[in-house]
């Protein structure tokens, strides 16, 4: 019987599968589900703005000689193969339109950073027009259900925008 050696599991995100691919039109509800698959996964570190990887070769401790090549460090290559995790799985839940805008980041958190800046502004747009709408909305002719419906979605616009 062949011995077993410790070899680090990099979480699946089999689990929990993305219903939609990132739009112009639905990054609320397809962050919660990447953010939730990626929390869940115990790899959130890797989207935060900070996220760095370890130094790539460990520091000469007192006893080493000077002309020796720096040893590398075992954490790093572990740190990258995660990250490089999450960013395919990133890339992997985006449309062709989106993809062409961040394909080029090299990191998760990089690309995370991208397809935020990217939704950003749009969802400024969508609050300002929200915003106007619940400041001019009238009852008019409608029924109080229907007025009782507009208001309740205006609210929860204002609500996934986090405002």
């Known amino acids: 019987m062949a011995s077993s050696s410790a070899?680090?599991?990099v979480p699946s995100f089999g689990f929990c599968p993305v219903s939609k691919k990132l739009t112009r039109a639905n990054y609320q509800a397809w962050s919660a589900q990447v953010l939730s698959a990626i929390k869940g996964a115990?790899?959130?570190?890797?989207?935060?703005?900070?996220?760095?990887p370890p130094?790539?070769?460990?520091a000469p401790t007192k006893g080493d000689d000077k002309d020796a090549p720096p040893k590398p460090n075992p954490d790093y290559?572990?740190?990258?193969?995660?990250?490089?995790?999450?960013l395919?799985?990133?890339l992997s839940n985006l449309r062709k339109e989106i993809l062409s805008h961040v394909s080029s980041e090299k990191t998760a958190a990089a690309a995370w950073a991208a397809i935020e800046a990217?939704?950003?502004?749009?969802?400024?747009?969508?609050?300002?027009?929200?915003?106007?709408?619940?400041?001019?909305?009238?009852?008019?002719?409608?029924?109080?259900?229907?007025?009782?419906?507009?208001?309740?979605?205006?609210a929860d616009k204002m609500a996934s925008a986090r405002r």
Do not use: C, N
């Open 7 to 9: 070899v680090s599991v």
């Open 42 to 52: 115990q790899l959130f570190s890797f989207i935060k703005p900070m996220a760095v």
């Open 55 to 58: 130094p790539e070769f460990l």
């Open 77 to 86: 290559d572990t740190w990258v193969a995660k990250d490089q995790q999450v």
């Open 88 to 90: 395919s799985f990133i």
């Open 118 to 154: 990217m939704h950003a502004s749009q969802s400024r747009a969508r609050i300002i027009t929200t915003r106007m709408a619940l400041a001019i909305a009238t009852k008019g002719t409608s029924s109080v259900a229907d007025y009782f419906t507009k208001m309740k979605t205006l």
